[in-house]
């Protein structure tokens, strides 16, 4: 079964530190998304990504996140300075149209 | 934004019990998803809906697809052990621009006793 990949699988960092998260989405997906769930809420929308470019983001998705897909195979999220509540579960998820696979997640700390 | 309301928010049964959970809008989606969530995992998809009024099954799961388009259930029968977790219902809004923009609901925590 093709699986979302995601590293690492927890992050911790000082506050006001650059982070980024990583993942390699299934190969033959074209659409690609950020979604995050903070401690005992709901998963929520950051981003969408397609053809190179940000198709659609939320209001959370604001100037200190940017996605990337440096190559072929990758897709990152940095948070440039990071907050006390971006502490949270990063999804990353993947899809060819409308049904995203998950991956399992990078929770990241913020101290 | 469009906000789905689901309930309950937690269920405690007995094995082999039955269980039915559910998702509202005000607003109409098109695509309503249903996925399952274990401790410290991300949500994996369990049954897709596509068109107003459809019943889909999987297994003991059962989800249908509202015919206003506005909500969807989730049915568990003869419940077991390892159906616990945590239960999102999705949606992706009409009129949406991006494919998996999804639209999750709060959750619904399930604990089965054997």
């Known amino acids: 079964e093709p699986e979302v990949t995601q590293t690492p699988s927890h992050q911790v960092t000082q506050m006001g530190q650059e982070v980024i998260l990583r993942c390699v989405p299934i190969s033959n997906h074209l659409y690609f998304y950020w979604y995050r769930q903070i401690l005992g809420q709901k998963v929520e929308f950051l981003v969408s990504f397609y053809n190179n470019e940000i198709s659609e983001k939320s209001e959370i998705f604001d100037d200190q996140f940017s996605v990337e897909r440096p190559d072929g195979s990758n897709f990152t999220l940095k948070i440039r300075s990071t907050k006390l509540e971006d502490s949270a579960m990063y999804f990353c998820?993947?899809?060819?149209?409308?049904?995203?696979?998950f991956g399992s997640g990078t929770q990241l700390s913020v101290l | 934004g469009q906000q789905l309301n689901q309930s309950p928010q937690s269920m405690f049964i007995q094995e082999g019990e039955d269980v039915s959970m559910n998702c509202t809008s005000s607003s109409i989606f098109n695509t309503w998803l249903w996925y399952k969530q274990d401790p410290g995992e991300g949500p994996v998809l369990l049954i897709a809906?596509?068109?107003?009024?459809e019943l889909t099954s999987n297994g003991r799961l059962t989800a249908q697809f509202g015919i206003t388009r506005k909500d969807s259930f989730l049915n568990i029968s003869a419940s077991i052990p390892s159906d616990v977790g945590i239960y999102f219902c999705?949606?992706?809004?009409?009129?949406?621009?991006?494919?998996?923009?999804?639209?999750f609901g709060q959750g619904t925590i399930l604990t089965v006793h054997p």
């Open positions: 998820a993947s899809s060819e149209e409308n049904v995203a696979t």
């Open positions: 999705a949606g992706l809004p009409a009129g949406g621009t991006s494919y998996g923009k999804l639209t």
């Open positions: 809906l596509y068109k107003a009024g």
